[in-house]
C-alpha cells in the first residue's frame, strides 16, 4: 500500500452506470458521491467477498474481521488486489460483488486544477497565458504575450507581458493590458485600462473605463467610464455610464 499526501482530489469521476444504481438502490441514504458512494466503493473493493474463503468475516459496515490465524491470507488477498489501482489491466471479477476502483494519477507535464471558485477560475486564465500556455494552441511574441494576427490595436495602446488577445478583438487608442485575458470579438474603445482580469467574448467596453481584478462574462456591455474593482460581471449585464463598483457582483435579475 502507497499513502500520498501529494495529491488532490479533481472531484472527476466515471462509474459504471449499472454498478452506481445498484448501490444507490442499497444505500438509500446516500447523498454525496464524493463522501458516500466512492468511499463505499473504495471499501468494498478491499473486503473479501462474504462467502469467500475460510475464516474471513465482513461486519454489517463493510470492514473485515480477520481471525489472528487468518492475517497471513488477509495480506495476502490485499497485496493482489491493491495494484490493480495503477494498472490498466484489472484483475478479473471474483464473485460475491466486489467492486474495482481505479485512480489515474497525472503526470507532471500534464495540467489539472479544480475549478470550484472566481479565483480559481482567474488562476487557472493566468496559467493558460503563463505555463500552461500550450493549451491554447497560441505561440507567445517577443513580448512575452499570445495576440491574435486578427486583433486590431489603437496608437499608443500597449499590451503587457502575461497577456492574452483573442481573434478578433479590437481595442481603441491610449489603452493600457496587463496581466488580463481578452476574448474573441470584444470591442474596447479609447483610454480603458484593463488590469489583472478576465474578459470573455463579445464584450463591449466604451471610452474610459477601468477594469482591474474582475471577470466580465459574455456580451457585457461597459459604457462610458465605468469603473471596477474586483467584481464579477454576469452575462449580458449593462454597466451604465460613470457608475463606480467595488467587490460586487453584478447580474440581469
Not at 66 to 84: D, E, F, K, W
Not at 157 to 162: A, M, Y
Not at 183 to 210: A, F, L, Q, T, Y
Not at 236 to 251: F, I, M
Amino acid at each position: 500500500m502507497e499513502i500520498r499526501s501529494d495529491l488532490m482530489d479533481a472531484h472527476l469521476y466515471a462509474f459504471n452506470r449499472t454498478t452506481l444504481q445498484d448501490v444507490l438502490e442499497q444505500k438509500e441514504t446516500y447523498r454525496s458521491i464524493r463522501l458516500e458512494v466512492l468511499p463505499y466503493l473504495v471499501k468494498s473493493q478491499l473486503r473479501s467477498a462474504p462467502s469467500g474463503g475460510e475464516g474471513t468475516i465482513v461486519d454489517e459496515t463493510g470492514n473485515i474481521v480477520v481471525p489472528p490465524s487468518s492475517n497471513l491470507q488477509c495480506l495476502s488477498q490485499h497485496r493482489a488486489i491493491a495494484p490493480s489501482a495503477f494498472k490498466q489491466d484489472l484483475l478479473p471479477s471474483s464473485g460475491g460483488g466486489t467492486h474495482r476502483c481505479c485512480v489515474y494519477i497525472a503526470s507532471k507535464n500534464k495540467y489539472c486544477h479544480r475549478l470550484n471558485s472566481i479565483q480559481a477560475y482567474c488562476d487557472i486564465n493566468r496559467d493558460v497565458i503563463g505555463e500552461a500556455s500550450h493549451l491554447s494552441g497560441y505561440s507567445f511574441s517577443s513580448h512575452n504575450n499570445i495576440i491574435h494576427p486578427s486583433c486590431v490595436l489603437g496608437s499608443k495602446t500597449t499590451v503587457g507581458p502575461q497577456c492574452m488577445l483573442a481573434e478578433g478583438s479590437q481595442l481603441g487608442d491610449k489603452c493600457g493590458v496587463k496581466r488580463s485575458v481578452i476574448g474573441r470579438h470584444c470591442r474596447i474603445g479609447s483610454n480603458v485600462k484593463i488590469v489583472n482580469s478576465v474578459v470573455m467574448n463579445h464584450v463591449v467596453i466604451e471610452d474610459g473605463c477601468h477594469i482591474q481584478g474582475s471577470v466580465i462574462c459574455n456580451n457585457v456591455q461597459l459604457q462610458e467610464r465605468a469603473v471596477l474593482k474586483d467584481c464579477q460581471v454576469g452575462a449580458g449585464y449593462t454597466v451604465t455610464t460613470g457608475s463606480d463598483h467595488k467587490s460586487e457582483s453584478l447580474a440581469r435579475k
